[in-house]
């Protein structure tokens, strides 16, 4: 089955600085990979997506590269802010009627002013 | 975590305790997730439902039991609870017409 690596697991950063979480997955039949962002004492939800068709997806200061070949993608945070502080997971998709997601481990964001 | 409502939120058993874990959603979705979300792990997929009527195994379904029985509601019962299965559940949606998944709020189960 899929499984994903994800790195780093912690993270701190200046308010202002930008951020960088990447993970590597091991499918290559795998072709959706979202990130879901959660914060304390709630659910994960989806901040941005790609498709395998593409190499890289921007939402303001959010963005999204993968690199099929060597089978890793990144999410950029730039510009970070406190409200930024979660727990960032990845996830990669297999195919199939089930869409079953694999998660990578997360990465906690701190944000320091 | 509009569309998908968990209950309980909390909840404390005796290891050997029985019990079910209720999902329900209103956003008309075919397939249904439980996953658990453990410190250092990530989230792992217990059971999921691809529609109405049929479930199948995910990573880590020992230990559990899943049924669905409409398009609405899959449940997740552990019928003789153990420590290890301390841990906070997520049940999750998705539907084929659209990407990523909706998630509930989830519950912590603790066994004690």
């Known amino acids: 089955g899929e499984n994903v690596e994800q790195h780093p697991s912690t993270l701190s950063v200046q308010e202002g600085d930008s951020a960088v979480i990447k993970c590597t997955y091991s499918?290559?039949?795998?072709?959706?990979f979202p990130w879901y962002k959660q914060e304390l004492g709630k659910g994960p939800q989806l901040i941005i997506d790609?498709?395998?068709?593409?190499g890289e997806k921007k939402d303001q200061r959010i963005a999204v590269t993968l690199n099929k070949t060597a089978k890793h993608f990144s999410l950029h945070i730039t510009e970070t802010q406190p409200e930024d502080s979660a727990v960032y997971f990845c996830?990669?998709?297999?195919?199939?009627?089930?869409?079953?997601?694999?998660f990578g481990t997360g990465t906690r964001l701190q944000v320091t002013l | 975590n509009a569309g998908v409502t968990q209950t309980p939120k909390f909840q404390v058993l005796k290891t050997g305790q029985s019990m079910t874990l209720q999902c329900a959603q209103d956003?008309?979705?075919?397939?249904m997730y439980w996953y658990r979300q453990d410190p250092g792990m990530g989230l792992r997929l217990i059971y999921y439902?691809?529609?109405?009527?049929?479930?199948d195994k995910g990573e880590v379904p020992n230990g559990y039991n899943v049924s669905r029985l409409n398009k609405r509601e899959f449940s997740l019962r552990l019928e003789s609870a153990a420590p290890s299965q301390t841990s906070v559940y997520f049940c999750?949606?998705?539907?084929?017409?659209?990407?990523?998944?909706?998630f509930g709020s989830g519950t912590r189960l603790t066994v004690v």
């Open positions: 999750a949606i998705h539907s084929l017409d659209r990407d990523g998944y909706t």
């Open positions: 499918d290559s039949a795998s072709n959706y």
């Open positions: 439902s691809a529609s109405e009527g049929t479930t």
């Open positions: 790609i498709r395998s068709n593409v």
């Open positions: 996830a990669a998709q297999s195919t199939g009627t089930a869409s079953k997601l694999t």
């Open positions: 956003m008309n979705h075919n397939s």
